[in-house]
Nanobody, 113 residues
Framework: QLVESGGNLVQPGGSLRLSCAAS????????MAWFRQPPGKPRDLVAR???????NYADSVKGRFTISRDEVTKRVYLQMNDLTPEDTAIYYC?????????WGQGTQVAVSS
């Protein structure tokens, strides 16, 4: 019910926009979030957004990443700017708080020169 896309290989300092397609039921009534799992590390929260559009960010991405939600397309976006190699990870979207049933395949982001 959640499908992530937009990951790619990008050079340091570059930008990407990730997209998460959600069903109407999920999107309309639930807070949404992006998580990431770097190689060999646990999955952590990157950003979350309430149904009212209030957002919060992990300290490591504040000022560089922006989460948004589109009521028309039922998508959640993660705009990522000024990417660094430390941002390399598989990125997942989920509701917030997350539920196991909604973890998808994720989308791979690799930052390397």
């Amino acid at each position: 019910q959640l499908v992530e896309s937009g990951g790619n290989l990008v050079q340091p300092g570059g930008s990407l926009r990730l997209s998460c397609a959600a069903s109407r039921t999920i999107f309309s009534s639930l807070d949404m979030a992006w998580f990431r799992q770097p190689p060999g590390k646990p999955r952590d929260l990157v950003a979350r957004i309430t149904t009212a559009g209030i957002s919060n960010y992990a300290d490591s991405v504040k000022g560089r990443f922006t989460i948004s939600r589109d009521e028309v397309t039922k998508r959640v976006y993660l705009q990522m700017n000024d990417l660094t190699p430390e941002d390399t990870a598989i990125y997942y979207c989920n509701i917030y708080p997350p539920e196991n049933a909604y973890w998808g395949q994720g989308t791979q982001v690799a930052v390397s020169s």
